[in-house]
């Protein structure tokens, strides 16, 4: 025993206790934020000066893919305009709830929670890195955390498939394929009959998810994301893309070993799951089972779009929700767990080993076919100061973001040099340049992932995450001028009604009409008409990055 203000405190407790303090702490001094973050803060940004949610002012895109994230940090942004303290203050907040979801989760002894959860936890290097990269994947763990508490654990009553439905639709809202994790365990369990459904319930409970699709539709014109359709011209090379997303499974390998050997345990766990249910049909082990398959499938789907250039960022979701299955496995005693830890420990390293020799040892063909992005280590911190006169980007010792490239150089010596110029500027990297730039400033992206328009062409090059388009002739002269009569006279057409759905006023009429034709597929016929007739411009002669007074493509 320890004595502490007249309190006796089980050594077990406070180990628990101090590694939970040591998680937290390598999440805030792990924090580094990533590229595609200030895509969202620049949403942000937009809206809190009273440009409404867009990206580019004079358009209304859905650039970003986490929309509950991004309305977490709205309040905020009214009081400071600091992005990067507010983000690492959410990240924190719900990596700190989700551990004490996980620890709920499980009834075994503190010294197992400690051993068997904290312990891994602490090693799971993307984990860590992503809960304070200013993406969205923090909130991801705490509603993977909750509801894998509410499905199993939390006392069952008359409301649970309205508080399951809730907990899937706020997910779906915070990242669309949230759902592929968490819906087929909440069917599952319906299916076998461990949560009583109702059908106003499940109605109630969707009803954030389905404002939001609605929202979405009515303002930026369609429910998806616009990363969407920009990468969706890969869907083409079905093959490439598992190549591809095997690939990023070898790469999470060879980075983060530990999360691999954790990614791995919903196997064995929803085999013992499952034999047991069979046995006992209880529900801890029904929902335990019901997790276990949705981490399978959202593994499949991660792989099936040929995983991302950021390779820990898609895993760290299903890792969290094998750390939340092992979870709900650890009850009772040591002594009743104890073949259990033994059985996984052993199959961890079987799986390890099988993993090293299948992607390290072989002639790895992977290597060939897909390439990716894997953050580095080995700074603390990582501050900028924002200083809205003089858009002064500083990078100091403490400031990590891959500045090797020359891209990256050219990038922060324009930022600041064309600050007064908003002539339309083509560029790739939309994220850091986007931010700091000139929020008046039409930036084009080539990619398509802050461009609309684009973002419906056929891509000419395909990497993961990645695609390049052409830029049709005569479509920086209609951006810049608003008319069209340089561009080919049917994708005119179609562009005239893209433009009109993401520019025109909100409530008019025409726009209204206009936006439930081109749901329906109305305009696709312009756009199809356009590409058979091979009509699209060769690449831009001017450099990505260089300032356009003239329509490259003429």
């Not at 312990?119 to 994947?137: H, M, Q, T």
């Not at 529900?283 to 276990?292: G, H, K, M, N, Q």
């Not at 990716?372 to 900028?384: K, T």
Request: one cysteine or more.
């Amino acid at each position: 025993m320890i004595l502490r203000l007249g309190k006796p405190i089980r050594a077990d407790r406070l180990l628990l206790a101090i590694s939970v303090f040591i998680w937290i702490g390598l999440v805030v001094t792990r924090s580094e934020i990533q590229e595609d973050a200030y895509i969202t803060f620049r949403v942000v940004k937009n809206f809190v000066d009273g440009g409404g949610l867009r990206w580019n002012l004079y358009e209304r895109v859905q650039t970003y893919t986490n929309p509950l994230w991004m309305m977490l940090h709205i309040p905020f942004a009214f009081f400071t305009d600091d992005p990067f303290i507010v983000t690492i203050f959410l990240g924190t907040i719900c990596s700190a709830f989700s551990v004490w979801f996980l620890l709920h989760s499980s009834d075994s002894s503190p010294l197992c929670k400690t051993l068997f959860i904290m312990l891994p936890l602490c090693g799971l290097r993307a984990v860590i890195f992503y809960s304070n990269s200013g993406l969205e994947n923090s909130l991801n763990y705490l509603f993977t955390a909750i509801f894998s508490y509410t499905l199993a654990i939390k006392p069952a009553h008359k409301t649970l498939c309205r508080d399951c439905t809730l907990i899937i639709a706020l997910a779906s809202v915070n990242r669309l394929d949230m759902s592929l994790l968490l819906a087929p365990p909440f069917l599952l369990m319906l299916l076998l009959k461990k949560i009583p459904f109702s059908f106003s319930q499940a109605v109630e409970g969707s009803i954030p998810l389905a404002a939001w699709l609605e929202f979405a539709t009515f303002y930026y014109g369609s429910p998806l994301p616009n990363s969407y359709f920009a990468k969706l011209p890969a869907s083409s090379q079905p093959l490439y893309l598992w190549w591809s997303g095997l690939r990023c499974l070898d790469l999470y390998f060879r980075n983060d070993p530990v999360g691999f050997g954790v990614l791995m345990l919903p196997i064995p766990i929803a085999v013992r799951s499952l034999w047991r249910y069979l046995e006992s049909q209880s529900r801890l082990d029904s929902a335990c089972f019901s997790i276990a398959i949705g981490s399978f499938i959202y593994c499949v789907y991660i792989i099936s779009i040929g995983g991302d250039y950021l390779m820990g960022r898609f895993w760290t979701v299903p890792t969290f929700a094998a750390m939340a299955c092992l979870a709900l496995s650890l009850q009772g005693t040591w002594k009743e767990l104890r073949k259990l830890i033994y059985a996984l420990a052993g199959y961890t390293a079987c799986i390890l080993s099988a993993a090293y020799a299948l992607f390290v040892l072989s002639n790895d063909r992977l290597q060939q076919l897909a390439h990716g992005h894997y953050p580095e280590y080995g700074l603390i911190w990582s501050w900028v100061p924002f200083n809205d006169t003089e858009k002064n980007v500083l990078l100091d010792s403490y400031w990590h973001l891959h500045l090797e490239t020359n891209h990256n150089m050219i990038l922060f010596k324009n930022i600041k040099a064309g600050y007064a110029d908003t002539s339309p500027i083509i560029w790739d990297a939309i994220g850091l340049s986007g931010y700091f730039g000139n929020p008046n400033t039409i930036r084009i992206d080539p990619v398509g992932i802050g461009d609309a328009f684009l973002a419906r062409l056929p891509a000419t090059s395909i990497a993961i995450g990645h695609m390049g388009r052409d830029i049709p002739k005569g479509y920086v002269h209609a951006v810049r001028t608003g008319s069209t009569d340089e561009m080919d006279p049917d994708l005119a057409k179609y562009y005239k009604a893209l433009r009109l759905i993401i520019s025109g006023p909100l409530f008019s009429v025409e726009r209204l009409k206009t936006l439930g034709r081109f749901q329906l597929g109305y305009y696709d016929r312009y756009l199809n008409a356009y590409l058979a007739g091979q009509n699209r411009a060769p690449p831009p002669t001017s450099p990505v990055g260089e300032r356009t007074g003239h329509d490259p493509a003429k």
